[in-house]
């Protein structure tokens, strides 16, 4: 099993926000993350991957693991040192789990975001997230930042509701 989770050191850049179990929140995950990226300055080609995947992400947690009433998180974790970048976006409905179902296909209707997350991320997995909810994760290898440069970061919200801060 890999986790990859983030190694808390002072290099780790993070991103954290609550977004309304909505399409537009969904929406908004996406954007939010796009402008994250791009102000960590990540390699096109894994800012578009991380991007794709965050839009999967967020949608299924809207269609999938939406509660009346609750949100959902998105976390973007950057380890610049490691060449890591992790994905996270935590729901609800933690009695569900997603699972990759081998029988969807391009031609169906619905099935296939998690197809699209096991082929743009280097892993993907789930954990349980106290106390009723779960979080759904990707992780992808990033090169590493050359000469110890450090990528700017546009913004850091912590999450009140995050057991780690």
Known sequence: MHSLAP???????TFRQLLSSTR????LARLL???ELR????????AERAERIVAELAANAVFHGS???????????????AGHLRI???????????EHRPSVTADCESGRGLLLVTALADYWGTEPYPTSGRT?????????ICHGEQPQHATDRPDPHHPAQ
Request: glycine share 8%; aromatic share 8%; hydrophobic share 40%.
């Open 136 to 144: 759904v994760w990707a992780a992808l290898t990033v090169p590493r």
């Open 39 to 46: 102000a960590w300055q990540l390699p096109p080609s894994v």
């Open 67 to 81: 509660v009346r009433g609750r949100d959902f998180r998105l976390g973007l974790f950057l380890d610049p040192v």
């Open 33 to 35: 993350a796009a402008g």
């Open 88 to 98: 996270e976006v935590t729901d609800a409905r933690g009695e569900y789990r997603p």
């Open 7 to 13: 190694q808390r050191t002072a290099n780790v850049r």
């Open 24 to 27: 537009r929140g969904a929406r």
